[in-house]
């Protein structure tokens, strides 16, 4: 069952096109491994959704370890990606009460790399805790601050064009409300993530 | 701390809005992924996997359960089975060396008493960390011990069962065989003794030979006695015989010799797991090294062997009193890292 792809990328360069974020690695490694997490999923109860949330999650603990340079592969990425998919898939069963899976495929089994896909993946909970948590932070921020920071740190808007957008008098009055804003959400977070 | 809150909160803003942007990317992909393939894939894999066994599976399920156990119980009989055998027959790491490792040497009134020179006072306020046997092969200062007692060495000193302390050169050694051949003339202090009283007997002994050996497990000399109770040694090694002898850490290295008084072995090591089950390293192979020590590592001193044994009539008490002599406590001294 070894369909034609062409180019054929190797694990390397597959990882080498997410760090870089291109579509194109994505949609290699959607089209690649997508069909083997949705086929575990289908057969443990889950549908297609489900398959597709797990996937994507799996690919979030992928990129941002390859983003922050902590990426050492142990394993070939498809046993990885299996694993972590196996391991994110299982939890949601747990909170549905069900603790048995049928693998299609061979979780990473070496001691090792196990525990190496536990450490990633409990990163990963208390990094989507902090995001979760700083989405909210944001929601309860308020308007104009929430779409102020957005577009400064998650849109990438220049202080320039943030200027006019909003009206300010000029780049350095925005950055002033800038950093005000900034100190709020710093409060608004931290009372909650230390708590 | 301040500053580093602030620092913080940019961070986690920053990736936070990294993961929210891959998470759009992501589900732009998956928007534009070809479903249709992928669920064949996906259903091809279970094909490759399942696929035609499936209806098999639910027609001989019950069956097959039983068959499973069944199989199950079988081999986890058969391991366990395995298992115990392989613990009572168990050889892993039941050889162990003798050389002696020695946190503090008390040192005996012996050695103060005889200690003229003030020679063996350096050892005892600098105590060695390894310690074996070892005896002269001929009298004028070439000595053999194992091996491992001399490995890694920063230095080594012999030292005679009435106290007086040579240092030693390495002149070569064979590991394969533990063996290791030093010179006691590089010392001045040493002088040539009579001719050894004992002879060395390469050929093979036989089994039951009643065999005695002399050592040094504590700063005193011990003897010991048993008899030659296999031809090979651990784990049916041919270089070595197995002998029933009570050897204890520090006796490694120490000459085995037969009622005559010839040297039939070297003691090197013992199986943990069993009393007096010793192994000696046999004299052939101490001559098949000897010939294999390099000409100038002899500095023109040629090392002969006594051939002709002087022990051989004597009761053994007499023998052992002429042998003590020869034989001599190695002390050696090992960079600490």
């Not at chain 1, 983003?67 to 050492?72: I, K, M, P, T, V």
């Not at chain 1, 603790?99 to 450490?119: K, L, Y």
């Not at chain 1, 957005?150 to 202080?159: C, V």
């Not at chain 1, 200027?163 to 925005?174: Q, R």
Request: charged share 25%.
């Amino acid at each position: 069952m070894k369909e034609s792809r062409s180019p054929i990328l190797t694990d390397e360069e597959l990882l080498m096109g997410l760090a870089e974020g291109t579509d194109d690695a994505l949609t290699h490694l959607y089209r690649r491994y997508f069909p083997m997490v949705l086929h575990f999923v289908t057969t443990n109860s889950g549908n297609e959704d489900d398959a597709k949330d797990i996937y994507q999650e799996a690919l979030i603990v992928l990129y941002e370890k390859v983003r922050n340079g902590s990426l050492e592969l142990h394993c070939q990425l498809k046993t990885y990606l299996y694993s972590v998919g196996r391991r994110l898939w299982l939890k949601q069963l747990a909170q549905r009460s069900r603790f048995m899976v049928r693998d299609v495929e061979t979780p990473a089994s070496d001691e090792f790399v196990a525990g190496q896909i536990d450490e990633d993946l409990s990163v990963h909970e208390e990094r989507d805790r902090q995001f979760d948590l700083m989405a909210d932070s944001l929601t309860r921020l308020g308007e104009p601050c929430r779409t102020l920071l957005d577009d400064f740190y998650i849109q990438h808007l220049s202080m320039q064009e943030i200027t006019e957008k909003f009206g300010y008098t000029n780049t350095d009055n925005a950055k002033t409300q800038k950093y005000k804003c900034l100190m709020r959400l710093k409060r608004l977070f931290f009372t909650e993530y230390k708590a | 701390m301040e500053t580093n809150e602030e620092k913080d909160i940019e961070n986690i803003l920053l990736a936070y809005g990294e993961r929210v942007r891959f998470k759009q990317q992501l589900q732009a992909i998956q928007a534009g992924a070809d479903m249709n393939a992928m669920r064949q894939d996906a259903k091809s894999y279970r094909s490759e996997s399942t696929g035609a066994v499936r209806s098999l599976w639910q027609m001989y399920r019950t069956t097959l359960a039983v068959a499973a156990s069944a199989a199950i119980i079988t081999t986890f009989g058969s391991i366990f089975l395995y298992q115990t055998y392989q613990q009572s027959h168990k050889q892993e790491q039941q050889y162990s060396l003798l050389s002696k490792e020695i946190q503090a040497v008390k040192s005996s009134q012996r050695q103060l008493l005889n200690d003229y020179n003030g020679r063996g006072r350096g050892l005892s306020t600098n105590p060695a960390q390894v310690a074996g046997t070892g005896f002269l092969l001929t009298g004028d200062g070439y000595f053999v011990t194992n091996n491992h007692i001399v490995r890694d060495a920063d230095s080594v000193y012999v030292q005679s069962t009435k106290g007086e302390v040579y240092k030693a050169r390495v002149v070569y050694t064979d590991q394969s065989h533990d063996l290791a051949f030093l010179q006691l003339c590089d010392d001045n202090a040493f002088r040539t003794m009579p001719t050894v009283p004992y002879s060395f007997d390469a050929r093979p002994s036989d089994l039951g030979e009643r065999v005695y050996t002399l050592g040094y497990p504590r700063e005193e000399i011990v003897y010991g006695e048993g008899y030659l109770s296999s031809g090979t040694g651990y784990r049916g090694d041919s270089t070595a015989y197995q002998v029933a002898i009570g050897v204890n850490p520090g006796n490694s290295g120490g000459p085995l010799l037969d009622e005559k008084g010839n040297v039939i072995g070297i003691i090197s090591g013992k199986q943990t797991t069993s009393e007096g089950v010793s192994f000696a390293v046999k004299t052939n192979y101490l001559l098949e090294a000897l010939n294999n020590i390099p000409v100038d590592s002899l500095k023109g001193q040629p090392l002969k062997l006594n051939r002709r044994n002087t022990l051989a009539n004597l009761s053994r008490k007499q023998q052992i009193k002429r042998m003590q002599d020869y034989v001599y406590q190695v002390k050696v001294f090992k960079h600490k890292d």
